[in-house]
């Protein structure tokens, strides 16, 4: 496993306003860490990233397993105004599949609803997860359980972390997972740098995470743009019960659109998308 090279990073992302870039060389999770730094009072902009995380972790409580120096591993503190804590995801989805575009190669990630990256398989069969991405709010901002549950207000700053989990390299990667999940390696056919990688993110973060405070209209045009969920026959899971049909949009705050099987429209705001081949005529 090579060293990570944080300091060629920070000189990379030093006009940026995420240029505090740390790195180690194995933690629990990025995210708890950073997570535990904004309760701390520590200001949005950083970044901290890890060559191995021991209980690196995804929606639903899935966990998330990499072999050290084979991923991007790596956290983002961020306080954005209330109203736009559910842009956060979607701003560093789209910055995400940018940059895998930038160092891999065009058209090479796609946003799949609500936060994964994927490929698109050669043989037509499932998309293949390239990334996963968690973001984990302190809501609301300075409260405690004896002072009980209250909404933030409009100008209130939340504490937010997302966390990217981004496949670089395919040796080590478990059998199992071969068919479903691919690396940047792969992709490129080649060695890719997990520095590059996290250079032309932050770069990308740094120029959509505005849009995503200023122009969230803007921000679900381009996330439209780079999906592979629209326009595709999906199932969701939504633990009780599956919806299946058509995934036709999105809405401002992120909730997929589905014309059912059944010609209803169902607006889903949580769930996991099982993308299902095209229907057969007739």
Same mark, same amino acid.
């Given at each position: 496993?090579?060293?990570?090279?944080?300091?060629?990073?920070?000189?990379?992302?030093?006009?940026?306003?995420?240029?505090?870039?740390?790195?180690?060389?194995?933690?629990?999770?990025?995210?708890?860490?950073?997570?535990?730094?904004?309760?701390?009072?520590?200001?949005?902009?950083?970044?901290?990233?890890?060559?191995?995380?021991?209980?690196?972790?995804?929606?639903?409580?899935?966990?998330?397993?990499?072999?050290?120096?084979?991923?991007?591993?790596?956290?983002?503190?961020?306080?954005?105004?209330?109203?736009?804590?559910?842009?956060?995801?979607? &701003?560093?989805?789209?910055?995400?599949?940018?940059?895998?575009?930038?160092?891999?190669?065009?058209?090479?990630?796609?946003?799949?609803?609500?936060?994964?990256?994927?490929?698109?398989?050669? &043989?037509?069969?499932?998309?293949?997860?390239?990334?996963?991405?968690?973001?984990?709010?302190?809501?609301?901002?300075?409260?405690?359980?004896?002072?009980?549950?209250?909404?933030?207000?409009?100008?209130?700053?939340?504490?937010?972390?997302?966390?990217?989990?981004?496949?670089?390299?395919?040796?080590?990667?478990?059998?199992?997972?071969?068919?479903?999940?691919?690396?940047?390696?792969?992709?490129?056919?080649?060695?890719?740098?997990?520095?590059?990688?996290?250079?032309?993110?932050?770069? &990308?973060?740094?120029?959509?995470?505005?849009?995503?405070?200023?122009?969230?209209?803007?921000?679900?045009?381009?996330?439209?743009?780079?999906?592979?969920?629209?326009?595709?026959?999906?199932?969701?899971?939504?633990?009780?019960?599956?919806?299946?049909?058509?995934?036709?949009?999105?809405?401002?705050?992120?909730?997929?659109?589905?014309?059912?099987?059944?010609?209803?429209?169902?607006?889903?705001?949580?769930?996991?998308?099982?993308?299902?081949?095209?229907?057969?005529?007739?």
């Amino acid at each position: 496993m090579t060293t990570f090279d944080v300091a060629a990073v920070r000189a990379a992302v030093a006009g940026t306003r995420f240029a505090d870039v740390r790195w180690v060389a194995e933690t629990g999770s990025t995210n708890a860490d950073l997570m535990a730094l904004a309760a701390q009072g520590e200001p949005g902009g950083i970044v901290l990233g890890a060559d191995h995380q021991t209980a690196g972790r995804g929606r639903r409580g899935r966990t998330w397993e990499a072999p050290p120096g084979s991923a991007v591993l790596m956290s983002v503190l961020l306080r954005p105004p209330a109203p736009a804590v559910e842009l956060v995801t979607p &701003a560093v989805a789209v910055a995400a599949a940018e940059a895998v575009e930038a160092v891999v190669g065009p058209e090479a990630a796609r946003i799949k609803w609500p936060n994964d990256l994927v490929v698109a398989d050669p &043989a037509s069969g499932p998309d293949r997860k390239l990334a996963g991405i968690l973001a984990e709010a302190a809501w609301p901002p300075g409260s405690d359980i004896a002072s009980g549950w209250r909404a933030a207000s409009a100008s209130q700053r939340v504490p937010v972390v997302v966390g990217l989990g981004l496949n670089v390299r395919a040796a080590g990667r478990q059998p199992e997972l071969d068919g479903v999940a691919v690396a940047c390696d792969e992709i490129a056919d080649g060695v890719v740098s997990r520095e590059a990688l996290v250079e032309a993110l932050l770069v &990308a973060l740094d120029r959509w995470y505005p849009v995503a405070l200023d122009d969230p209209v803007r921000l679900w045009e381009a996330w439209r743009a780079r999906s592979a969920t629209l326009g595709r026959r999906v199932r969701v899971d939504l633990g009780t019960d599956d919806v299946e049909g058509t995934a036709v949009d999105v809405t401002e705050r992120g909730a997929l659109v589905v014309e059912t099987l059944e010609g209803v429209t169902r607006t889903i705001a949580v769930g996991d998308v099982h993308t299902l081949r095209p229907a057969p005529p007739g």
